[in-house]
């Protein structure tokens, strides 16, 4: 399952365009009371996000329940429309696009490359719709097959995600968890898409089942050629799996670096106590145990300055009244926090 992490310097990494590059990308959703739904605020879910993500990585995304990770996911596919902010994809057929700017036409050409996996491998299978009807949907609306054509390039799917083809007149119901998983891996990868969102893919699975989700998804990365944006809510999946990580917390992108450097030397406070929070086999103390304290910001009224201020072991005055840049301070590691340069932060030395 382990992955080899990424050593290539930042200058090779930005040699290529990324395929996905966001930018100050903004999604707020209006709080309405009241009769006539008066809108009395916003839940600022996705506030000002940048990153980017290169071609056949896998980039992960973490952070905690509520920070917008989700949200992100849904607006780079534009599922959901952005409240503002670019989304620039690099098309095989469309060249360099902005999601953000395309209308429902366009938008049917460019979902047949960027698709999405979901968390709940039950609620996100319809249960009228046998294997056939679920993984021949996209084929079938995006006009890429039909009919006896259908049925083979089904089938073909479904043996590529480990399932078995003369599964296909059957429903859903008929599946354990990880073969509800693999169902919804063969829907999104049917269109032969290059860039895949998996938001928590295993979260929802048995330890065991995990694993094999984990290793279907690397072995397709490889055959099918396909990048990744790999959602997860903490950091010990990302790992094993991902390149590079990116980490959120309430709506803001605080910690972007390859994995290695991430896991070595991480430079935002919130980013060490995560860290310090995965579950490690060795019975060795650790030099220091980083206890999340208080609550995480609501993003409908969130504190002043930095975010993270009322959570954070190291916090100054200068945090609590101003927000800090999302500042590249070694090539391709970027961080957003005021003391990121004198902080002398802990990672995890053994990446297991
Ligand atoms: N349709 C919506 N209307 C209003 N608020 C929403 C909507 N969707 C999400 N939110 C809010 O936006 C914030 C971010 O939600 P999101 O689902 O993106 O988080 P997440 O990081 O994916 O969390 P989780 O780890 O629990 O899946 C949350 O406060 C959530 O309540
Ligand atoms: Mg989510």
């Known amino acids: 399952m382990t992955k080899q992490t990424n050593t290539h310097s930042a200058s090779q990494i930005q040699a290529q365009p990324p395929l996905l590059e966001v930018k100050a ?45 989700t949200t992100t996911g849904r607006c780079i596919l534009k599922a959901i429309a952005p409240s503002s902010g670019e989304i620039w994809f690099q098309d095989p057929n469309l060249g360099r696009i902005d999601v953000s700017t395309l209308e429902h036409e366009q938008l049917i050409h460019v979902r047949r490359n960027m698709r999405m996996i979901f968390q709940d491998p039950y609620a996100s299978l319809n249960p009228r719709m046998t294997l056939l009807e679920i ?38 119901h008929a599946f354990s968890g990880g073969q509800r998983q693999r169902i919804g891996l063969a829907r999104a990868l049917a269109p032969q898409p290059k860039f895949l969102v998996c938001d928590e893919p295993v979260s929802a699975l048995d330890v065991s089942v995990q694993a094999q989700i984990l290793n279907l998804l690397q072995e397709l990365q490889e055959e099918m050629g396909l990048t990744y944006l790999f959602v997860a809510h903490d950091l010990s999946v990302v790992a094993h799996i991902s390149e590079r990580v990116a980490v959120m917390y309430v709506g803001k992108m605080v910690e972007m670096a390859t994995t290695h450097e991430l896991f070595m030397t991480p430079k935002h406070p919130y980013t060490e106590a995560l860290m310090s929070a995965i579950p490690r086999p060795d019975p060795t103390p650790r030099d220091k145990r980083i206890l999340l304290t208080g609550e995480v910001a609501n993003p409908a009224k969130p504190p002043s300055g930095c975010y993270f201020h009322p959570r954070c072991t190291y916090v100054k005055d200068i945090c609590k009244t101003e927000e800090p840049a999302f500042d590249e301070i070694s090539p391709g590691h970027f961080v957003k926090c005021h003391r990121a340069a004198e902080l002398n932060l802990s990672g995890v030395m053994n990446l297991a």
Request: charged share 30%.
């Open 25 to 69: 990308l903004k999604k707020y959703f209006p709080i309405q009371r009241g009769f006539f739904k008066r809108v009395v605020g916003h839940v600022k879910a996705v506030d000002g996000v940048d990153f980017y993500v290169n071609e056949g990585e896998t980039m992960g995304l973490v952070g905690e329940s509520g920070c917008g990770k």
């Open 135 to 172: 993984v021949g949907a996209p084929l079938r609306a995006m006009n890429l097959a039909s009919g006896k054509e259908l049925e083979d390039r089904v089938a073909e799917m479904l043996r590529r995600v480990g399932l078995r083809p003369e599964y296909m007149r059957r429903y859903p």
